[in-house]
Each structure stands twice: as structure tokens, then as C-alpha cells.
């Protein structure tokens, strides 16, 4: 057994699956939810239990587990070799940061900064200030270890020579974002020097990069930024990285929420003060790409900064994403007085479970306060609400909501729809926006076509019923892939002398006659649609249905060739071939005695 087979019979795809998706029972051995890989409302991606693949009937992506971590991670076989295999407990050959990919080396690198930077905080006297810093701050021990924040010498080039000397090439050091190239000698630098370092880590709590938060009392406070992130690189893309998702994912599952701040400490504070369900967009723009991570995990956000009207806030652009998405997005009023949360932890936790606990539907929060400001009795007071308005509406592109709260804002108001609409339809005019190419045009199977997917499906999960119709399988199923597929498994049946059971044998069979030839369709689609689509019915039912779709597709092969023969006929008499008139005349006589018996 090769390492690959080994570390995919130790791992479930479930599990991995689940760590993006939330995964609902969708019958038999099946589980489905929302596409990662595409938007959308409908759940229709499906993962089996039992024979380890997944597929999705939306966008047509499927595979096993490393083709699904491959995609997720955007990362290359070996490298999802690596980490199923570190979590499956599979030893594979020692890691060589040199001969390994440049992804692997960058990680590694990275990691060992983090190590660095840690150890570096916890040195006296190297440490003395930083540590003192953060004890000012309130940041406990557990805290520090728990966000493994560490602290940056002020040193020209401490890390690198560090790091260098645990044979880190310096060009992966550069390409992790840790190294300078000097341009007066040759040399390299540290990029982060005198600064409180906070490692920046994905879902699985990997190390990708850092933000670096400059000492007040450096002597380069007054010369460079406050702070200052890891450029983005090959592991380190800031417009999807959520801070503190790997500590929080699990609690934000089971609240089914999760509430998002602007700073990496305010996510930081609300962890220590017990307040879990907490991430940061960390010193970007709310983005689409954050979104689609974090509706993994739920439906509902609540955002904990700026509370200005949507249009005027760092969320704007992301808000149609996250509605088109499903989410409910939710505003967090701070308390008067206080600019962040971190400042409301450090006064009161209290204060801060009672903000969240108190958190309002945006548009909700938006709509109220726009009406609260005005005289409902003034007609150029309600014209001024609904001109406040406008930003929002603008972001609200999906047209449940858009219609709800024209609605809600019209009776609020005491106005007709249409008027509302008016006042704010040109703030959310598509016309406004930059047109979109026409996407293609979806491929619809024809009626034939998905009788014959759905009888493999059914032949495929039962020898009985797969001897029962095997002899369907012939010039009645369609032209194209599924002819060829069909043609293949009674072929399979032919020489081996039994049904293509749904084991083993059978998939490795299948992949080396894929191999052979690549234009087979994926034969895991098929097999889906029965818990898919059939998921309570009894044999009785599946069997009958089986009946139903070979006798079909023998009326619709019979009506093909009746229409041929007919046209046949037709040039016959042309021709005056009375001999070719009579037998073509038999056989349509044989076709109709069959299509009424």
C-alpha cells in the first residue's frame, strides 16, 4: 500500500468536508450542504459516508478527499499529502525545506519565525519591554501562549541570522515575507524590528504570516507605522485570511454566529474574556473572499465597528456578496464613549456581551435610525429619511430584501411602495454598475438523458436490478458519454459475471478505464442521485422506478426509429421502389404493435 492509500483509508472525508462545510443528513450514506466552490442558496453539494467521494450538482466539481483539499486550500497534491498525512498520523519522508515545494518552505519558515518571535519575548532582557507592555495592557500569560504572541528585536537582522542558521534558504525567507533584500551591501534585513508580532493563522491554525505592532517607545515609532502586516505571498492572501477563525470556528458552529471586529487585538481581547465566537478582518476591508469563508461556518454576522450607514463603513462593498450568500448580516452598537471593543473588554466585559447580545439586523439598525432622526408628520422630513436611505438600498441587491424593507420603510412612513422605491431606486439601479459578460448558457439534458442517468443510478446500487435491465444497456441510452459508460458496464458484467457493485474492485476498475479514456463521464454524479433524489423510497418503489425509466427509454428508442422509417418510407415511394415500400412498411407495422403493447 502506497502513503497516499494509506493516508486516504485513515481519513474520513467527512471530517475534512466538514471543517468548511456545514453538512446536513441528506439520506443513505450522503450529506449535503451549501457549494464552497460556487454561490449559492440550495444545498448541492453532497459528500457519501461510505465510499469517500463528494460532488456537487451545482458547479459539477467533484473527487475524493485530497482533490476536495486540494481545491479548498488551493494547494498541490504533495502538499495535501502532507497535511492529511500529519493528520492521519502517517509518517512520510523527513521534511527538507529545500527539495520541498516552495509553498512547504515557506510555511516552514514562517513557523519557525513564529518560534523565534516567541522566544524572543520570553528572553530577558530582550523581552523586558514588550512583556511589560502587554502586562499594561492586561494580555494574560495563557493569552500570549494561546495567540503564540511573540515580540521582534529591535536588531538590524536577529531573525534572519537566526532562521538562516536553521538552514532556511534566504530567497524563502524573502518569499515568506520575513527577509529584506539590502541595497547597499548585498545583505538582508528583518522586515519586522521592535514590534509586539502576532502571527497571523488559517483555519487550521497555521502559521501564514504576522502583523508586527510597533513598541510606543520605539525610536522608530515616529518613523514607520503603527502596523505593519506580512506582504501578501504565496501562503498569505489578506483578503482571505479571517484572525483567530482556527480558535473561534468551532464556537461560531455552534452559535451559528459570529461576530466580526476591525482589529487583531479586539478579536484577541474578546477571546480572553470568554467571548469566543470572535474573529478580525485584520487591517483589511470586509471582503467577499472573507465572507465565503466565514458562511462556512454560519448564518448569521454581526459586525462590531463602525455603525455609520452601510455605504459609509469598511463593510459596503462586501454586504451584496454576504446577502447574495444567505447571511444575515447584523450591526454591534459599542456603548457611547468607548472606539473599539477592546477598549469596552478592558472597562467591562459585561458591556461587551450585553452589545453583542443586543445586536441589530443592519438594515433593520439602518432604517430605524434614518426614521428616528425625522418628523414622520413632515413630508420633506420623510424625503430626507428615505434620502439617508439610499446608500444602503444601494448595497441591497438581492430582491427579497430589497422589496421587504421598501415595504417595511412604506408603512413605516406612510407611503405607497412605489414612492419608496422611486426615492431609492436609483441609488440601487443596476445601470450603475459595470456590465457583467453574459454567462454561458447551461448544457440542459434532454428527457432521454435523464431517464438513462437515473436508471444507472438505480442499476448501480443493486445486482438485482442491475441483471434485471442490463440488457437496456445498448443503442437505447443516448448518444455520448452515457452510451459509452453504459457500453462499459455491460461490458464489466460480460466479462467478470456478475453486476458492477459499488465496492472496490469496481472503482479501481473504473479509474483505469478512465485513464485509458479520458472523455468516460465521472461515475460518482450518477451515484449520488439516489440519495439525492430517492432517499426514503422502499425497494419496492426503487424497483419500479427502475421499470419505469428502461421502459421509457424503449418508447422513446422505438419512436426514434419509427420517425427514421418513416422518412425511409417516404423516399421509397419517391423512388418508386415498391419492393423497399413493403419491407419498410413491415417493420412499421412490427414498431406500432410494439409501442401500444
Given at each position: 500500500m502506497t502513503a497516499s492509500e494509506e493516508v486516504k483509508q485513515k481519513t474520513d472525508l467527512i471530517d475534512v468536508v466538514g471543517e468548511y462545510v456545514r453538512l446536513q443528513p441528506a439520506g443513505g450514506q450522503s450529506l449535503r450542504g451549501l457549494c464552497p466552490f460556487h454561490g449559492e442558496k440550495t444545498p448541492s453539494f453532497y459528500a457519501h459516508r461510505d465510499k469517500q467521494f463528494w460532488h456537487c450538482f451545482g458547479c459539477g466539481e467533484g473527487g475524493d478527499v485530497y482533490t476536495f483539499y486540494q481545491k479548498m486550500e488551493n494547494v498541490d497534491f504533495r502538499d495535501a499529502l502532507k497535511e492529511l498525512a500529519r493528520r492521519a498520523g502517517v509518517q512520510l519522508p523527513e521534511f527538507d525545506p529545500q527539495a520541498d515545494s516552495e509553498r512547504a518552505a515557506v510555511l516552514a519558515a514562517l513557523e519557525d519565525a513564529a518560534r523565534f518571535f516567541e522566544a524572543a519575548l520570553k528572553h530577558a532582557p530582550t523581552g523586558d519591554r514588550a512583556r511589560a507592555y502587554l502586562a499594561k495592557r492586561g494580555v494574560k500569560e495563557e493569552t500570549l501562549a494561546e495567540f503564540r504572541i511573540g515580540y521582534a528585536p529591535a536588531s538590524w537582522d536577529a531573525m534572519v541570522k537566526a532562521l538562516a542558521g536553521k538552514s532556511h534558504p534566504m530567497d524563502k525567507l524573502v518569499a515568506a515575507g520575513l527577509a529584506i533584500p539590502s541595497d547597499k551591501n548585498r545583505s538582508h534585513y528583518d522586515r519586522f524590528r521592535d514590534r509586539i508580532m502576532i502571527p497571523l493563522r488559517d483555519e487550521k491554525g497555521t502559521v501564514v504570516g504576522f502583523t508586527g505592532r510597533i513598541m510606543p517607545d520605539s525610536a522608530e515609532a515616529e518613523k514607520t507605522g503603527k502596523y505593519v502586516n506580512t506582504p501578501e505571498t504565496i501562503v498569505y492572501k489578506k483578503r482571505r485570511l479571517v484572525y483567530a477563525l482556527d480558535r473561534a470556528k468551532n464556537q461560531?458552529?455552534?452559535?451559528?454566529?459570529?461576530?466580526?471586529?476591525?482589529?487583531?487585538?479586539?478579536?484577541?481581547?474578546?477571546?480572553?474574556?470568554?467571548?469566543?465566537?470572535?474573529?478580525?478582518?485584520?487591517g483589511t476591508a470586509f471582503s467577499e473572499d472573507q465572507i465565503d469563508v466565514l458562511k462556512r461556518y454560519c448564518s448569521r454576522l454581526a459586525l462590531a465597528f463602525d455603525a455609520d450607514i452601510a455605504g459609509q463603513n469598511a463593510a459596503s462593498r462586501a454586504l451584496p456578496h454576504a446577502w447574495k450568500s444567505g447571511l444575515q448580516v447584523m450591526v454591534v452598537v459599542l456603548p457611547p464613549g468607548f472606539k473599539d471593543p477592546d477598549e469596552v473588554i478592558r472597562k467591562d466585559p459585561e458591556l461587551w456581551r450585553k452589545a453583542i447580545s443586543e445586536a441589530r439586523d443592519m438594515i433593520e439598525f439602518s432604517v430605524e435610525r434614518a426614521i428616528s432622526t425625522v418628523d414622520l408628520k413632515d413630508p420633506y422630513g420623510k424625503r430626507k429619511a428615505l434620502e439617508s436611505l439610499k446608500p444602503i438600498f444601494a448595497l441591497l441587491e438581492d430582491p427579497v430584501l430589497r422589496d421587504h424593507w421598501i415595504h417595511a420603510v412604506a408603512q413605516r412612513l406612510a407611503l405607497g411602495d412605489d414612492a419608496v422605491r422611486s426615492a431609492v431606486i436609483s441609488a440601487a439601479a443596476p445601470a450603475?454598475?459595470?456590465?457583467?459578460?453574459?454567462?454561458?448558457?447551461?448544457?440542459?439534458?434532454?428527457?432521454?438523458?435523464?431517464?438513462?442517468?437515473?436508471?444507472?443510478?438505480?442499476?448501480?446500487?443493486?445486482?438485482?436490478?442491475?441483471?434485471?435491465?442490463?440488457?437496456?444497456?445498448?443503442?437505447?441510452?443516448?448518444?455520448?458519454?452515457?452510451?459509452?459508460?453504459?457500453?462499459?458496464?455491460?461490458?464489466?458484467?460480460?466479462?467478470?459475471?456478475?453486476?458492477?457493485?459499488?465496492?472496490?474492485?469496481?472503482?479501481?476498475?473504473?479509474?483505469?478505464?478512465?485513464?485509458?479514456?479520458?472523455?468516460?463521464?465521472?461515475?460518482?454524479?450518477?451515484?449520488?442521485?439516489?440519495?439525492?433524489?430517492?432517499?426514503?423510497?422502499?425497494?419496492?418503489q426503487l424497483a419500479e422506478e427502475a421499470s419505469v425509466c428502461a421502459r421509457e427509454l424503449e418508447k422513446s428508442a422505438v419512436k426514434k426509429t419509427e420517425k427514421e422509417l418513416l422518412g425511409a418510407l417516404a423516399e421509397a415511394e419517391q423512388r418508386g421502389d415498391r419492393a423497399a415500400s413493403t419491407h419498410i412498411a413491415k417493420r412499421l407495422e412490427a414498431i406500432a404493435k410494439r409501442l401500444h403493447n
Open positions: 461560531i458552529k455552534k452559535a451559528d454566529f459570529a461576530v466580526l471586529v476591525e482589529g487583531n487585538m479586539d478579536a484577541i481581547s474578546s477571546h480572553e474574556a470568554g467571548v469566543k465566537n470572535v474573529v478580525a478582518v485584520s450603475q454598475k459595470q456590465p457583467q459578460p453574459r454567462p454561458q448558457a447551461p448544457k440542459i439534458d434532454s428527457r432521454e438523458e435523464r431517464l438513462a442517468t437515473r436508471l444507472l443510478a438505480l442499476m448501480l446500487h443493486d445486482p438485482e436490478r442491475f441483471k434485471a435491465h442490463v440488457s437496456a444497456l445498448d443503442d437505447r441510452i443516448p448518444e455520448g458519454e452515457l452510451r459509452t459508460l453504459a457500453k462499459l458496464l455491460s461490458a464489466y458484467y460480460t466479462e467478470n459475471a456478475k453486476a458492477p457493485l459499488l465496492e472496490p474492485p469496481f472503482f479501481a476498475w473504473y479509474a483505469n478505464a478512465r485513464q485509458a479514456d479520458p472523455t468516460l463521464p465521472a461515475v460518482e454524479p450518477i451515484l449520488l442521485l439516489m440519495d439525492r433524489d430517492m432517499p426514503e423510497w422502499t425497494e419496492d
